[in-house]
């Protein structure tokens, strides 16, 4: 068993096809709607206004509606509003498969149900480090962070996995690397595969088509965007009376093979699965102070 999501179960089982899936996605992409589309929709916010809420969330790790409140753009009456008018339209996949065919309401009902005691093994409240790691709420609180940066920055669907010491990171597509020092020293570490890189670049170029980019331009975005992971991780550290300074990011390609933990480090890696089946990294290789 591993971490899913219900689609890939569904496959898994049998109880439907990759085709049907694809088309069952594709009618929640035209019904579930982001909240700045809601409220554009709504006219309550101009594009330029929605621009520059999503470039401040790239400095900080909010929602679009909390942020646009806080910058003056909603009332509170009216985001409720259009949070409201967002959960009113919202489809999960198991509606939009009976929707668009694919399924039945009793298979999914049974479905459902094996899914979730498929997934109970899984299913954590808190991000779990092995016993004696040093400076836990620091760790847990980068990878709940960069978790969170991925879902509402990089628009990502992605679920966490259990963190497992390891030895080295697996060769894979890039790796962007930044430094810590100051009161903790580390080294933070995200892996990409194709598609997670690609998504990550649409985010930071605020592109829909980077097919046609060069390869230099993705891994540069990979690394703008763990920059702006890192310095919301510093000050969220800051707020916990901690101080991280941060390097400049560099990157690993696959050219580089694995990625091996140094000498007098912990490696911790947490990887993150994407609703495509795809499975990419999150790596912290942590100092160990001398004895």
Not at 101 to 125: A, C, H, I, R
Not at 177 to 196: C, D, K
């Amino acid at each position: 068993m591993a971490v899913k999501f219900f689609g890939q179960f569904l496959i898994e089982q049998g109880a439907i096809t990759s085709a049907a899936l694809l088309k069952a996605i594709d009618l929640q992409e035209q019904t579930n709607r982001k909240i700045g589309a809601v409220v554009y929709e709504m006219e309550l916010m101009t594009q330029v206004g929605i621009a520059k809420v999503h470039q401040a969330q790239r400095n900080e790790d909010t929602r679009f509606g909390d942020k646009a409140v806080e910058m003056g753009f909603l009332s509170e009456d009216q985001l409720q509003q259009a949070l409201t008018r967002q959960r009113n339209s919202h489809i999960y996949i198991g509606e939009a498969l009976i929707k668009t065919g694919g399924l039945d309401k009793e298979s999914l009902d049974t479905y459902l149900l094996q899914f979730k005691n498929d997934q109970q093994p899984y299913m954590v409240d808190k991000i779990a480090l092995p016993a004696g790691i040093t400076n836990q709420p620091i760790w847990e609180m980068m990878a709940d962070l960069t978790n969170k940066m991925l879902t509402r920055g990089a628009g990502m669907s992605c679920k966490p996995g259990d963190c497992e010491l390891i030895e080295e990171l697996p060769s894979r597509n890039m790796v962007a690397e930044i430094g810590f020092s100051g009161n903790v020293s580390a080294r933070y570490l995200l892996t990409t595969t194709p598609n997670s890189r690609k998504v990550i670049a649409r985010s930071i170029l605020q592109e829909e088509d980077i097919d046609s980019e060069p390869t230099e331009i993705l891994d540069d975005s990979v690394m703008e965007f763990v920059n702006i992971v890192c310095g919301n991780i510093a000050a969220k550290a800051a707020q916990l009376g901690v101080q991280i300074d941060i390097s400049p990011p560099i990157a690993h390609d696959q050219s580089d093979g694995a990625v091996l933990v140094p000498d007098n480090h912990t490696g911790l890696m947490f990887p993150i699965y994407l609703s495509d089946g795809e499975v990419f990294e999150l790596a912290i290789f942590i100092h160990n102070e001398p004895a």
